[in-house]
C-alpha cells in the first residue's frame, strides 16, 4: 500500500494537526509558491485564526508539514523494504519494489523534499534543513542495510558508507526519472543498478570486462 496523500473531505482531530494535514496533501501536489494560506486553511476546515495560533508564518507551518510527512514517508519506506526478507541483499534490492508501488499510485508527485529544496534558495532556510535532514535519514536507513550487507559477504565495513551513497543516487534518480517520466518502471531499472553495484561487492565478483576482477599481484606479473 502506497503512502496516502489523498485530500480529504472530512479533516479530523485537532486544528493544528488538520492545518499540517492540508498543508502536506497541497503543497505536495501543487508546490509551496502555488499554495496560498486560505486554500489550506479552508482544506482543512480550520477558522483562519487557527492558523495564526499555531504557526507563527507560512514557512513555519510548511516545514512543520515536511517534518510530518518526512516521520509518515520513512516509517512506509522502512516497514516496506523490512518486509522483503531477512537478507541484507534482499532487502536493499526491495527498496526499489517498494518505490514502484509508490510511483505507480495515483498519489506520486516526486520526492516532497527535493521538491521543496528546488522552490528555497537559501540552504539554511528552515524548510531546506527539513528535507536535508530528511535526506540524511533516508541515508542513515540505507547505511544500516549496507552495513549488514558488506558483513554477510566478508568485506572491509568501510566500504559500506560509500554503497550506501550510490544507492541514495539511485534512489533519488529513479524519484526524479519516474516523476518527470510518468513510467514506474524506473524503479525496475534503479534496482537492475544497484544489483550490479551489490555484485561488485561479493569476493569472486567479475570485472566488467568479464574476468576475474585483477589485483596487485596479477599486475605485478604483466
Known amino acids: 500500500m502506497a503512502i496516502s496523500n489523498e485530500l480529504t473531505t472530512t479533516p479530523s482531530g485537532s486544528a493544528r494537526e488538520r492545518l499540517l494535514e492540508a498543508a502536506e496533501a497541497l503543497i505536495y501536489a501543487g508546490g509551496i509558491h502555488a ?3 486560505d486554500a489550506i486553511v479552508k482544506q482543512s476546515g480550520t477558522a483562519r485564526k487557527s492558523f495564526y495560533t499555531h504557526f507563527e508564518s507560512k ?3 510548511v516545514a512543520a508539514a515536511l ?3 518526512d516521520e509518515r514517508w520513512m516509517n512506509w519506506f522502512i516497514e516496506g523494504t523490512l518486509r522483503h526478507g531477512k ?3 534482499a532487502r536493499l534490492l526491495g527498496m526499489f519494489d517498494v518505490l514502484r508501488e ?3 499510485s495515483d498519489v506520486f508527485h516526486g520526492c516532497a523534499f527535493l521538491n521543496a529544496a528546488g522552490e528555497i534558495a537559501s540552504p539554511d532556510d528552515p524548510i531546506r534543513v527539513v528535507a536535508r535532514e530528511h535526506k540524511e535519514r533516508l ?5 544500516a542495510q549496507c552495513d549488514e550487507f558488506v558483513a554477510s559477504v566478508g568485506v572491509d565495513a568501510r566500504r559500506a558508507d560509500r554503497l550506501s ?3 541514495l543516487i539511485l534512489i533519488d534518480g529513479a524519484i526524479g526519472v519516474a516523476l518527470v517520466s510518468g513510467e514506474s518502471d524506473a524503479a525496475l531499472d534503479a534496482r537492475a543498478a ?3 553495484v551489490l555484485d561488485a561487492y561479493h569476493p569472486h565478483a567479475r570485472s566488467p570486462s568479464g574476468g576475474q576482477p585483477s589485483t596487485a599481484r596479477d599486475r605485478n606479473r604483466s
Do not use: C, I, K, S
Open 87 to 89: 537478507r541484507p541483499h
Open 67 to 69: 517534518e510530518r510527512r
Open 139 to 143: 541515508l542513515a536507513f540505507v547505511r
Open 194 to 196: 544497484a544489483e550490479h
Open 165 to 167: 551513497r550510490q544507492l
Open 102 to 104: 509508490w510511483f505507480a
Open 35 to 37: 499554495t496560498g494560506v
Open 59 to 61: 514557512d513555519a507551518l
